[in-house]
């Protein structure tokens, strides 16, 4: 097949050569035009690939409002778009610079911002990258909605997506991925893995989650006086569990993309991608049977996600074999992640702290320990000082900001429209006007 393929290439490049007046094709003419056509597969490849991640902000938005309460759906749709729409102008004008601009100390991008590195008579590859970049950094940004779901002022939220697009996301990025542009990150010079961003994406989204819940505080009726949990269950599983197939797809383009190449590497990506996951919606369903008596759908849902984060750092990397292992891994841990965060009273109604902080986290380290090349304490050192540099930054940043919101703006609503709903108080709206019908007894 490929020789046929090749033959074609040949016999074009000949059609177009006489055609010119020119019969006489070279070595050199040839191995241009070969790799030309190269670079036009990887310019789609990328780009369709972007398409893919940005279907991912659907996903998170159906998981988010599927595991919420239906009168603020309306709210958690505005979430995402606009964590989309206001990410892509911040990180347009500032958070693409910082992340991959010329660096002198490792830290973080002097160049590039507003795509001023684009040229119109200059290698469009900047448009490209600058795409699938902008929806991975929106990515980040949407996590943060669904622990922060059913409680916050829409302003206050607005706020935060712009600071995490433009800064948070990107100066850490910049540390682990700034190479792949203009920029020299210091910990990827230490040799940290993180091929698709099991931290630079999903633990940043995360930890930056688990400070907007902690200075939020739980929302009303979550915890009782005496220290138990209540649950308030989301209205929609079947949203809910379109959401998670809608990332699952999503996955194949966040992974396998970050080749930005067209080539044969991307089939062990996909595999790896694919099997991760179903170890972890298999192993998080028996623990919750085991745990709750019965096979629980959302811990399931989300063992699913948990085992596409674990797998997002190292699927590159490893086997197929240790994929499955990875995905089995994250889908126990986020079974009891979650029920750890409920007893410590940090209120996150869709679980993003536990699927994409705390498995991004196991994946970079699972990156270290299954690496097919080999690991080493050396290797693992850097993936756990990976791990704890995103934290600190991710989460004293989050934490600061979120704090700073909430002393000026206000972060959390009142009482009153966190009872009635936001999509009536914030938005002026109702996502099921005829059937439903908010009231103060609503909780």
């Known amino acids: 097949m490929k020789a046929v393929v090749l033959s074609l290439i040949f016999t074009a490049i000949g059609i177009c050569r006489v055609w010119a007046g020119d019969d006489s094709p070279t070595l050199e003419s040839n191995k241009a ?52 729409s206001m990410g892509s102008l911040a990180f347009w004008a500032v958070g693409f610079g910082l992340m991959f601009g010329v660096t002198k100390s490792g830290w973080f991008g002097t160049s590039g911002f507003f795509l001023s590195d684009f040229k119109p008579d200059g290698d469009p590859w900047v448009l490209a990258f600058w795409m699938f970049q902008a929806v991975f950094c929106a990515t980040a940004a949407t996590i943060v909605s669904g622990a922060m779901a059913e409680r916050t002022k829409f302003t206050g939220y607005l706020l935060y997506s712009i600071f995490i697009s433009a800064l948070i996301y990107p100066v850490f990025g910049s540390w682990a991925w700034g190479s792949l542009f203009n920029g020299n990150g210091w910990l990827e010079g230490l040799g940290f893995i993180d091929f698709a961003g099991s931290t630079v994406v999903h633990s940043v989204g995360g930890w930056a989650a688990l400070a907007g819940a902690i200075v939020l505080g739980p929302r009303l009726g979550k915890y009782t006086k005496d220290g138990g949990v209540k649950p308030i269950l989301g209205h929609s599983i079947p949203l809910a569990a379109l959401g998670v197939f809608i990332l699952w797809v999503g996955w194949f383009g966040f992974n396998p993309g970050s080749t930005t190449t067209a080539d044969k590497s991307i089939a062990m990506i996909f595999v790896n991608t694919n099997l991760a996951a179903a170890a972890g919606a298999v192993l998080a369903m028996f623990t919750s049977w085991i ?126 429209e966190e009872m009635e709903g936001l999509d009536f108080t914030e938005h002026g709206g109702n996502a099921y006007p005829d059937f439903e019908v908010s009231s103060y007894t609503q909780q």
Request: hydrophobic share 55%; with cysteine; net charge neutral.
């Open 33 to 84: 035009a070969i790799d030309l056509v190269q670079t036009h597969a990887n310019y789609v490849w990328t780009l369709v690939a972007a398409v893919l991640v940005f279907f991912m902000q659907a996903g998170f938005a159906l998981v988010e409002c599927g595991f919420t309460r239906a009168k603020n759906a309306v709210n958690i749709m505005m979430k995402n778009l606009m964590d989309f």
């Open 291 to 416: 745990k709750f008596g019965k096979p629980e759908v959302g811990m399931s849902l989300n063992g699913a996600l948990a085992g596409l984060v674990a797998i997002t750092s190292p699927c590159a990397t490893v086997t197929p074999l240790s994929s499955i292992i990875i995905g089995a891994i994250a889908g126990i841990i986020v079974v009891f992640s979650v029920i750890f965060f409920d007893k410590i009273k940090v209120d996150d109604p869709v679980g993003a702290i536990s699927v994409h902080g705390v498995n991004g986290a196991w994946g970079t380290l699972a990156a270290g320990i299954f690496n097919m090349g080999g690991t080493s304490a050396t290797i693992i050192g850097v993936q756990v000082l990976g791990i704890a540099a995103c934290f600190v930054w991710t989460f004293g940043t989050a934490f600061i900001l979120f704090k700073i919101i909430d002393k000026t703006i206000g972060l959390r609503v009142s009482p009153e």
